[in-house]
């Protein structure tokens, strides 16, 4: 069968519905000055000459949303601190009040009768600074004397998490045989989703209800912080949401733009869109990772892991965004010691104020922090102690058998074959051929490198179950209700494409709708991964729970007890007769009407589930230009069982890719003296392009989950996860024969050819983040 | 102001517009052609990409005075009948839903139109002109694989 998704026929067209594309009668189009400088005491904001420019409506200042009863954006703590300890939460207004402190901070808002206008008038604004000393890195942040971010936070670390057993590891090193480190950096990336963030508010002056069309994840995230930050009452909040331009993490948070936005419709009477330029995304998009880490692993004689022990340090920008401190510990804990046996591990993790954008969630949110820090370190320790990299892996695997698997913190995986995983991907990868590719490439005066990753991911459990509700509609359409909103992952269709399996039906029969705001449902917004073992899991019970209404409605048409009626493809049927009714006569029969017989509304709660992976990637370089081309790359993955391989084989391949990026070129890079932001377009940020990987060949390994009901696993970040560290594996692989011994990320051509040149000149062998 | 009248998509339009004002916004807010999307401000993403009398212009990148006279294509225009009860697609339409080309759609209109134009000009691209044709184009989701796998399918079908 061709493969099409119901998704298709309008985004092929040009007739998806983004926020952008809405509009309304009498709208009117908001722009905002942001601050031009990292760190600075405003002393005063002079907006006369733009209230006096023509088709101005209002010009917004922290004044106006103090006067508005706004508070302080929210943000917390998933898990408490080392010793107890709080999350010390700085204050983070939505429009600059007396100080800014990180560049493209919005400080005033401005509505006009065009974006244009809007534009014109923001210019036209007069902001006069008193500059602070900055601050711009992690390790700058938590030394003594550093500038102070925020009175509530002295020292600037927000707060330190410590997951595992520190004495035991302690003892773990006294007694090793072998002891290895390495320090790694895990630079900033820009999430970049092609659709720049907006939002268009919409006001009913007699009701207090605001409509707010808006980028999202999902609804129930992003109500409940517009709630939190304007104190608008929940029920007066309504989030409409349709189509979402990529979102990769970056878009469960609401942006202290929406905020204001809404205040903006308020104020004017009129509904204000507003919609982020590119250079604006990349000066106030959420960034993400920017971790350093060290890591240590002890080792017996034999090569076998005794402990692990880790250090980050996270530099979280200047305020702590809602998802900040969840990314920066929740998957370091769930996955600390990958997927080993170690009698010991611990990590300690700090979250420290820097003068830059705020750090969130971004496509494997921690995982690819913590894969690409033990598999990096399995590397070296492999090196260093000249033992087979795939063989020191191999010797430390939790095995298949001792499933379910109790963490070394406490925790658990439920599931798992990481040596079929492993052995599997290394015959794909033809790696025992690589040695003739290697002379090959050689002989060409290429180098080449192979490298692995064998990984594992946690997956979002949720924050609260997952609701679903179907509603019948009375042209015989069925439309699915759900808050996991897509923006890429193709729900549409897998949910369709779910309940049409089990009900028996056409999956063109159902509708999605994720962003009604007249269907509350309780529910997490699309995020790690999860969606389709949560809502998934939730679907399956609504389809059951239809059946479990068809069957008594058909128990009644065929004169029969319920408890003899079977339902097979779509048909009830008294057992053992020829006597049936189809699932679609008794919805034709009974759907409408003022009953509602069918509509439903079920609900489920799964946990988290354990996907995992081994990725294996090879690379060549040419030492004369520096330039990497991925030259093959195997992944294959234990994500469950698979609903539909080739949705599932697209996530694999842009989650590869959006790693790929970041190995070879994503960097978002500040000044470090000015906290003036260098890479703020495409030009400056090196986006992956479609030249970047050759030879993908995804393959699967399923070990269905028994935690839900679908036996499915998360799919949607693996990739990143497991590229990272296969990908910077291969590099350093390739690069050790000229005598380069450290590659921090990104593999840019001339970071790769200055390494090169230095470790053949001799000037140095490690090549650290800068 | 300036009055500007073209042709976009068959139809003759006349539009009043500041100097300054871009081709994509005539599409987007005069004429509410939403399926162009805006993505970037430097010309990089593509995701704005038409064609204007017949060849492939990124339209952010365009004043609309200088579209005065053209006859201009968008993503709505491309089907060969486009009425929205299953009419026909585009070869490059179909290729793109058929190999799972797309995912988020926010890149998609441009990169067919994109693709349509590289596709006229090189009907058997191999897979070198296929990456050099797409280098104006940015999709943040797919990592290209299926999108030069559509290309090549939409090759294949329109040279039959």
């Known amino acids: 069968m061709t493969f099409s998704r119901l998704e298709d026929r309008r985004f092929v067209t040009g007739a998806g519905r983004y926020v952008s594309d809405w509009n309304f009668p009498g709208q009117r189009h908001a722009a905002f000055l942001r601050a031009d400088r990292a760190h600075a005491r405003i002393v005063s904001i ?32 998933p898990i408490p601190g080392k010793g107890g300890s709080a999350l010390l939460r700085p204050e983070r207004p939505v429009l600059a009040a007396d100080v800014v402190r990180f560049v493209g901070e919005c400080v005033v808002c401005v509505v006009a009768d065009t974006a244009i206008a809007a534009q014109d008038a923001v210019e036209a604004i007069i902001v006069e600074y008193e500059d602070l000393p900055v601050v711009m890195t992690a390790e700058a942040a938590v030394a003594a004397g550093a500038p102070q971010l925020h009175p509530a936070i002295p020292g600037n670390v927000a707060i330190e998490f410590e997951t595992g057993d520190p004495l035991a590891v302690a003892a773990a090193f006294e007694g090793a045989a072998h002891v290895v480190s390495l320090d790694l950096h895990n630079q900033r990336v820009v999430g970049s989703p092609m659709e720049p963030k907006g939002c268009l508010a919409r006001h009913d002056p007699e009701t207090g209800d605001y409509f707010v069309h808006v980028c999202t994840q999902g609804t129930t995230g992003m109500r409940a912080q517009l709630v939190a930050t304007t104190g608008i009452p929940d029920e007066h909040v309504h989030i409409v949401a349709e189509d979402v331009g990529g979102g990769f993490g970056l878009r469960f948070n609401a942006y202290p733009e929406y905020s204001a936005i809404m205040l903006a419709a308020r104020l004017t009477g009129a509904p204000v869109r507003w919609v982020a330029s590119r250079s604006e995304v990349f000066l106030s998009d959420e960034h993400a990772r920017g971790v350093s880490s060290r890591g240590e692993v002890a080792l017996d004689a034999e090569g076998n892991f005794l402990a692990f022990r880790f250090n980050f340090l996270n530099d979280m920008g200047a305020y702590i965004a809602p998802t900040g401190p969840v990314v920066a510990v929740l998957s370091i804990r769930a996955c600390l010691a990958g997927v080993y046996r170690v009698p010991a591990a611990v990590a300690n993790v700090r979250l420290a104020l820097t003068n830059s954008v705020p750090m969130a969630a971004y496509r494997g949110a921690g995982r690819p922090v913590i894969s690409y820090m033990i598999e990096r370190l399995v590397d070296q320790a492999a090196t260093e102690l000249g033992i ?15 499933m379910p698997w109790k963490t070394v913190n406490g925790l658990g995986y439920d599931s798992g074959d990481f040596p079929a995983v492993l052995d599997k991907a290394l015959g794909l990868a033809d790696w025992h051929g690589f040695a003739a590719r290697r002379a090959e490439a050689s002989a060409r005066g290429h180098l080449r490198g192979i490298g692995l990753a064998t990984f594992i991911e946690s997956t979002g459990g949720g924050a609260s179950p997952d609701e679903v509700e179907a509603r019948f509609g009375d042209h015989g359409e069925i439309t699915i209700h759900a808050v996991s909103h897509s923006h890429g992952q193709s729900h549409e269709t897998a949910y369709a494409e779910l309940l049409a399996a089990v009900l028996g039906l056409p999956r063109e029969r159902f509708r999605l709708r994720n962003g009604d705001p007249a269907v509350r449902l309780a529910g997490n917004p699309t995020g790690g991964s999860r969606t389709m073992h949560g809502v998934g899991s939730a679907l399956r019970v609504l389809a059951d729970d239809i059946i479990a209404k068809g069957r008594e409605l058909a128990a009644r048409a065929l004169e029969a007890a319920s408890a003899d009626i079977e339902f097979h493809d779509g048909v009830f049927r008294i057992s053992g007769t020829d006597r049936s009714v189809s699932l679609d006569t008794l919805i034709e029969r009974h759907a409408g009407g003022p009953e509602r017989v069918f509509d439903t509304r079920s609900s489920a709660r799964t946990g988290s589930t354990f996907p995992n992976g081994c990725h294996v990637a090879e690379v060549e370089i040419n030492p004369a230009t520096g330039v990497v081309s991925i030259e093959r790359y195997t992944a294959v993955d234990d994500a469950g069982n698979l609903l539909n391989p080739t949705i599932v084989a697209g996530q694999m391949h842009g989650a590869i890719v959006q790693g790929a990026g970041q190995v070879l070129g994503e960097h978002a890079i500040y000044d470090l003296e000015t906290g003036q932001f260098l890479t703020g377009s495409f030009m400056d940020y090196a986006m992956p392009k479609a030249v970047n990987v050759h030879g993908l060949v995804i393959a699967d390994h399923p070990v269905p989950t028994p935690t839900n009901v679908l036996g499915v696993k998360g799919v949607g970040e693996a990739g990143v996860t497991g590229s990272l560290p296969a990908l910077m594996n291969a590099i350093l692989e390739a690069l050790r024969p000229v005598g380069v011994t450290h590659f921090d990320m990104p593999a840019t051509p001339a970071r790769v050819w200055g390494a090169i040149g230095a470790a053949r000149s001799g000037e140095g062998r490690r090549f650290a983040h800068a | 102001m300036s009055k500007v009248s073209l042709t976009v998509n068959g139809k003759a339009v006349s539009v009043d517009v500041e100097d300054r004002t871009l081709l994509s916004s005539v599409l987007r807010e005069s004429l509410g052609l939403t399926g162009t999307h805006i993505g970037c401000d430097t010309s990089q993403c593509g995701c704005c990409t038409v064609h204007v009398d017949g060849r492939v212009v990124k339209s952010c990148t365009m004043l609309a005075v200088q579209a005065e006279g053209s006859d201009v294509m968008t993503i709505e225009g491309l089907a060969p009948s486009h009425d929205a009860s299953g009419a026909t697609l585009h ?29 006229k000009d090189t009907p058997d691209p191999d897979d070198q002109q296929i990456i050099h044709g797409l280098e104006g184009n940015m999709c943040r989701c797919t990592g290209y694989v299926n999108i030069v796998k559509a290309v090549k399918q939409a090759a294949v079908t329109m040279r039959a």
Do not use: K, Y
């Open chain 1, 46 to 77: 002079d907006i006369e000459a733009a209230r006096a420019m023509p088709g101005v409506r209002a010009v917004i200042t922290a004044a106006d949303t103090a006067a508005a009863g706004f508070r302080s954006l929210p943000c917390a703590a």
């Open chain 2, 91 to 119: 070869p490059v339409q179909q290729a793109f839903s058929e190999c799972h080309a797309l995912q988020c759609g926010f890149c998609t209109p441009g990169m067919i139109m994109a693709v349509a134009g590289l596709l």
């Open chain 1, 388 to 402: 087979d990299p795939v063989e020191l892996r191999r010797r430390n695997l939790i095995p298949p058998t001792a």
